[in-house]
């Protein structure tokens, strides 16, 4: 093989063995067919290799060269990674168009690595965060620190370091961390570190943009020694540190070789400290708490037939942990893994992974809300959906036929719900994934779909990784037996692959089987589809307990990392189809996913989650009823989900508002389900017994009995409805934050712990963050979880005031709780003093575009932007918001001046504002640029008018203000 000489001549390497990655690329990142980049190496590298190749008395182990975002998992593949075949990069990590931060204040044989925050200077964050990781290989210790600050961000105990070895590899186990507690593997042993060593810069450092530390680990059990490992680190340009723990003789061919009889290393276990105040976060979407202090959290979906949906609901579980000093881990891997956040040990993390190496990120940024933005520059940034499917979406549960969808479409409009779109359950088309529509029920697809663009509606259905085989009577897809023909099923286990209801799923790393899968798609988005919900994909498990359950890809992978990477290529063959948007502000176009189940790095394609099939009612996750049945959980559930999801890189969450399982919610289940959905960034109503508000003739729900729907739930459905729709222009300032060079946040959803770091130890804080939330920065969102009629609300720091009777609300410096009254009409929703909330106008009916007269559309006229805020007292400085599209405004409040500034004009709010302020008392005068203006008579007449107005209400002491470009002062009497 030739490499690059450091001069440009070429380098013969007589011994070099290249492991095949492509299997890995190309099936589980971006899906079949991404190219691989392995066309580079650098000069120092191949200098590297050469020394290596003529030091070394075995051959030099070298692989997949790819991009971070296209080589998930180093060890994937078919070998198992408890055998020393695996790929290694040849410096590790080393990927094209690589840019770490190197300026020599650091010291790389201390082990010490420096990072330079990115873009700070243009952020005006003033100088630059410097990050370093420092390695003591004495104390065994790795600490995160930043510049300025006296104690580490968080320290990793590198001395509780461990391996976990077995006798002999079993191939029928399939060595899941999260057995270890109930059925270890048979002769496990556990290494300890007994010493670290500095390896003397065994990897030029001059070269430019290059910064990293290589120390050799030493470990024993029971007093014989274990393999010794490699320990490298560098740092990355604006994200932070690549961790990399390695078998020693992939570099050096040294003394430990699993095939020379050796017991096989199948964990990796690394610890780190968690002091008492701080708060942890990320891993996924979460049923119980976003917070994970005092919970052992497997990484991945598992069986739990203890709960009435037989799994742990682990759909979307992501080796991301996020430490609320501003920090994360992130392990680089499709391998099963499980997380003890100080289960077992209050003062410690061991993350524990199925796997004989692993690559690691310590994730660094300023702010605790931060972090989640430096992993995706790493997996990409997440991907965004259709505008108008932020707007809310209607289902129903196995749709009769097109009529219904009809007549549906014609409900919405007639009742004033302001919903931009639908999507249809089966059974729409024949057979499942027939991709058509069945003629006998849906005689004219295209009308139907012409029809509900006219009233702004946008269309998706739902769908799956299958083709149906016809089972037990029931239809065949037209397409599989050509799918079996070929070879486009995955390869599973005995009959396991048989007995699955729509037969074994279609293999995506078969690039003929992902082609014809497209083409299919296609025929639906040429149509006008414009959505999926992608339900299923979930076959693919480790196995029941410790037992494997082997199933094998064309590309040579299997369910070890397919479990997980599955994902990529069932969503992208989707994605790909999709409308492509013309830009961020494009009126039209995109299109979106609802998928239930995902992986890291998915979020390129997955623009929606929802949360699997939750029952409607008022249980947690776990709970279990007089009837001996445990639940997944309802209510509680779907909000703890929201919070914990945006955290693991996912920003766009959409239950089915008022649940699945066990019937019809009542009246007041579904409406405080639905003053929860409201307020997330994606609304979606539906579940498995309908659940349209303007249906008032049933209730069959047994888990939750109540009253079935009536006026006052249409009539409230209707406020908070539109309250979703009219939030459109915070919800997509938020998504819009996550995309860039510099992603910033989570997106709209916060969690407490996240928003307040400091406090994050807080006992009221942590009694309430899986029932409370931020939407944005200023809005606090705290929905009533049982059936009762209030509520205890944790107030943050600041004052706070009700969104609906402006009662003042107090937090102080730290923070208080306080006991709310809560009637059903009234949602708990809270705005910090001072601050702009951005709406759009009262009337808006869709943010899709529409054609039928009288319903007002966002996409045809952004029109008027309406900025509400409450003034409690005298505040210093200015408030400012500014929003996806440009626009800018702020107020101010100096006692007896309240001053109103529209500042800026943006690509879509270009006709001015209506400022809605409570609070305060009656204007004594109201002047714009200098000039006096009169008030009208009514808060419509305002909104109504083409130039400067205002109007005051007594009665709700609410201001109203019609602002054009430039300065409004009003003075109070």
């Not at 397919?562 to 994605?575: C, K, L, P, S, V």
């Not at 969104?803 to 009254?821: C, L, N, P």
């Not at 400012?880 to 529209?902: M, R």
């Amino acid at each position: 093989m030739l490499l690059a000489h450091p001069e440009g001549k070429p380098i013969r390497v007589a011994s070099l063995h290249l492991h095949n990655m492509a299997r890995n690329a190309a099936g589980q990142a971006g899906g079949a067919g991404q190219p691989l980049h392995c066309a580079v190496v650098r000069p120092a590298v191949a200098m590297r290799l050469l020394l290596a190749a003529l030091t070394a008395s075995a051959v030099v182990v070298v692989g997949g060269c790819a991009s971070p975002a296209a080589a998930p998992d180093a060890a994937a593949g078919g070998a198992p990674d408890a055998i020393a075949d695996v790929a290694v990069d040849a410096v590790p990590g080393d990927f094209p168009n690589w840019a770490t931060w190197w300026d020599g204040a650091g010291d790389p044989k201390a082990g010490i690595v420096v990072l330079k925050a990115q873009n700070a200077a243009a952020l005006g964050l003033g100088e630059p965060s410097i990050f370093q990781l420092a390695i003591d290989g004495a104390a065994k210790t790795m600490e995160l620190q930043r510049t300025g600050e006296s104690a580490p961000r968080v320290r990793f105990d590198l001395g509780r370091w461990q391996l976990g070895r077995v006798e002999a590899y079993d191939d029928k186990v399939n060595y899941n961390p999260s057995n270890l507690a109930t059925a270890p593997p048979d002769g496990v042993q556990w290494c300890a570190v007994d010493a670290i060593d500095h390896i003397e810069n065994p990897h030029p450092m001059g070269e430019q943009n290059q910064a990293g530390a290589f120390f050799r680990v030493k470990a024993s059990a029971e007093g014989k020694p274990c393999p010794d490992y490699l320990l490298f680190v560098r740092a990355q340009h604006g994200i932070g540190f690549q961790v990399v723990f390695r078998p020693l003789n992939l570099y050096t061919a040294g003394e430990f070789s699993a095939d020379k009889g050796e017991r096989p290393v199948v964990y990796v276990r690394q610890v780190i400290e968690a002091p008492a105040d701080e708060g942890y976060y990320g891993i996924g979407e979460m049923f119980d708490t976003p917070q994970h202090r005092g919970k052992v959290r497997a990484l991945q979906l598992e069986a739990d037939f203890n709960l009435d949906g037989s799994s742990n609901e682990g759909h979307v579980r992501i080796p991301l942990l996020v430490g609320t000093r501003g920090w994360g881990w992130f392990g680089q891997t499709f391998r099963a893994g499980v997380a003890d956040v100080a289960a077992s040990d209050p003062a410690r993390i061991a993350l524990t992974v199925q796997t004989s190496e692993l690559v690691a990120w310590i994730l660094a940024a300023d702010q605790a809300i931060d972090v989640t933005s430096r992993y995706w520059k790493l997996t990409g940034r997440p991907l965004l959906p259709a505008r108008w499917a932020v707007g809310g979406l209607l289902w129903r549960n196995e749709n009769k036929d097109q009529a219904e969808v009809l007549q549906d479409a014609a409900d919405l409009r007639k009742h004033d719900l302001a919903l931009s779109g639908m999507w249809i359950d089966r059974p729409y088309d024949v057979a499942v994934n027939d991709f058509g529509f069945d003629p006998a029920l849906y005689p004219n697809p295209k009308a139907m779909i012409d029809a509900l663009r006219a009233d702004g509606l946008r269309l998706g259905v739902w769908s799956t990784p299958y083709f149906d085989p016809g089972y037990a009577g029931k239809q065949k897809s037209k397409h599989f037996d050509k799918a079996k023909q070929n070879g486009w099923f995955v390869n599973g286990v005995g009959m396991w692959a048989t007995v699955l209801k729509w037969g074994p799923p279609v293999d995506f790393t078969n690039q003929a089987a992902r082609a014809f899968f497209q083409s299919l798609v296609k025929q639906y988005t040429d149509l006008g589809i414009e959505g999926f919900k992608l339900d299923y994909g979930e076959d693919i498990v480790l196995g029941i307990g410790p037992a494997r359950l082997p199933w094998n890809f064309a590309d040579g992978s299997d369910e070890r990392t397919m479990h997980q990477g599955y994902q990529h290529g069932y969503h992208e063959a989707y994605a790909s189809q999709l409308p492509k948007p013309a830009g961020r502000a494009a009126k039209t176009g995109g299109g979106w996913l609802l998928c239930r189940k995902s992986a890291w790095g998915d979020q390129v394609n997955a623009s929606l989650i929802w949360p699997g099939d939750l029952c409607a009612g008022w249980v947690k996750h776990g709970e279990c009823t007089t009837d001996g049945q445990c639940h997944a959980g309802g209510l509680p559930a779907s909000v703890a989900a929201a919070i914990s999801l945006p955290t693991a890189g996912f920003p766009l969450f959409g239950a089915d508002t008022g649940g699945y399982r066990h019937g019809r919610a009542p009246k007041q289940l579904f409406l405080r389900w639905l003053q929860h959905t409201a307020l997330t960034g994606v609304l979606q109503i539906g579940g498995g017994s309908d659940h349209n508000p303007w249906i008032s003739n049933k209730v069959n729900n047994k888990l939750a009995p109540g009253d079935p729907f009536d006026e006052e739930t249409l009539a409230l459905s209707r406020e908070l409805i539109r309250l979703h729709a009219r939030l459109f222009p915070l919800l997509w300032t938020e998504m819009a934050k996550t995309q860039g060079d510099d992603p910033r946040g989570v997106g709209p959803v916060r969690a407490l712990g996240l928003a307040y770091p400091k406090l994050s130890g807080d006992a009221g804080l942590r009694a309430r963050e899986a029932d409370q939330w931020l939407l944005g920065d200023h809005l606090l969102v705290a929905p009533v979880l049982t059936p009762g009629l209030e509520r205890e609300v944790w107030f943050p720091p600041g004052v706070w005031v009700d969104w609906i009777d402006a009662t003042v609300h107090d937090g102080g410096s730290t923070g208080k709780t306080e006991s709310i009254a809560a009637p059903l009409a009234k949602l708990p929703l809270y705005v910090r003093a001072g601050q702009l909330v951005p709406l759009l106008r009262p009337t808006i009916d869709t943010l899709a575009p529409a054609t039928t007269p009288g319903v007002e559309s966002f996409a045809n006229d952004p029109g008027v932007l309406w900025l509400r805020a409450a003034v409690t007292g005298p505040m210093v400085g200015p408030r400012s918001v500014q929003l996806y599209d440009g626009t800018a405004a702020e107020l101010s409040y100096t006692g007896k001046v309240l001053g109103l500034q529209w500042s800026q004009s943006g690509a879509e709010f270009a006709k001015g504002a209506v400022f809605e302020v409570t609070g305060l008392g009656e204007p004594a005068a109201v002047s714009a640029g200098g000039v006096s203006v009169a008030p009208l008579a009514t808060a419509e007449a305002v909104a109504a008018a083409p130039s400067a107005c205002w109007h005051y209400d007594p009665a709700s002491k609410r201001l109203s203000v019609r602002a054009v470009l430039g300065a409004t002062v009003v003075t109070l009497k």
